[in-house]
């Protein structure tokens, strides 16, 4: 099975991945915890550009990149693992692209459809939690997280707002894979939100 998560920063993704992990990991069954970009050892240093470089990135790059950083994920990670029958978790995936680059940076919609299409010969999550939470308050927890802002994350409110505009529709034109999920509950009482979706 293979299940993604998606929010933008701060909205507490990576606790219900953990404990979405120990969930599975119970019942005794095999969980790969990966994140976007990221999780294999190109995709690390393609990350390393995207999020820590000093230099401007063209929009069009920027989604390549993120593509790219994908499709080595997916052809050497992702789909072996699901044909050895595992639970892969993905921190982000291919609805980043389309809100981040798409709604926040503008790029086309249409190329970043096919852009995420060959990148991962379609291979779409089961079932994708997008954790829904206001701009400000997903900012003051990743505040009290760190200090630095990386690349991405120096983007601004404006970009920010369109972003969760984008997920907002993304989840509404997509209900039988996306579902949305109040990111400013109770911890506990998201788990077994998500749970339920799963059982
Ligand atoms: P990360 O530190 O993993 O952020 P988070 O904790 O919010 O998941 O950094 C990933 C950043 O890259 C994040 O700001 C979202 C952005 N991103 C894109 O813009 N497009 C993409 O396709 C992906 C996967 C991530």
């Known amino acids: 099975m293979f299940i993604t998560f998606e929010g933008i920063d701060g909205?507490?993704?990576?606790?219900q991945i953990s404990l979405l992990q120990k969930y599975f990991e119970k019942q005794g069954k095999t969980v790969?915890?990966?994140?976007?970009?990221?999780?294999?050892?190109?995709?690390?240093?393609?990350?390393?550009?995207?999020?820590?470089?000093?230099?401007?990135?063209?929009?069009?790059?920027?989604?390549?990149?993120?593509?790219?950083?994908?499709a080595q994920l997916?052809?050497?990670?992702?789909?072996?693992?699901?044909?050895?029958?595992?639970?892969?978790?993905?921190?982000r995936y291919i609805d980043s692209t389309v809100v981040y680059q798409g709604y926040g940076r503008g790029v086309s919609l249409e190329r970043i459809k096919d852009c995420n299409s060959f990148a991962t010969s379609d291979l779409l999550p089961d079932i994708t939690f997008y954790m829904d939470i206001q701009v400000?308050?997903?900012q003051t927890r990743a505040e009290m997280r760190q200090s630095e802002k990386d690349r991405m994350e120096d983007s601004g409110n404006d970009f920010f707002s369109n972003v969760r505009e984008g997920y907002l529709e993304l989840s509404r034109k997509n209900t039988s894979r996306v579902k949305l999920i109040d990111g400013s509950g109770d911890i506990e009482e998201i788990h077994k939100k998500i749970i339920g979706f799963l059982s």
Do not use: H, M, W, Y
Not at 11 to 15: A, C, D, E, L, V
Not at 35 to 52: A, C, M, W
């Open 136 to 138: 400000e308050r997903a």
């Open 74 to 91: 997916v052809q050497t990670v992702i789909k072996p693992a699901l044909l050895e029958n595992k639970i892969v978790l993905c921190d």
């Open 11 to 15: 909205s507490g993704k990576t606790t």
């Open 32 to 70: 790969l915890c990966l994140r976007e970009p990221g999780s294999t050892s190109v995709s690390e240093k393609v990350r390393d550009i995207l999020l820590n470089s000093k230099d401007s990135i063209d929009p069009i790059v920027e989604t390549l990149l993120f593509c790219a950083a994908r």
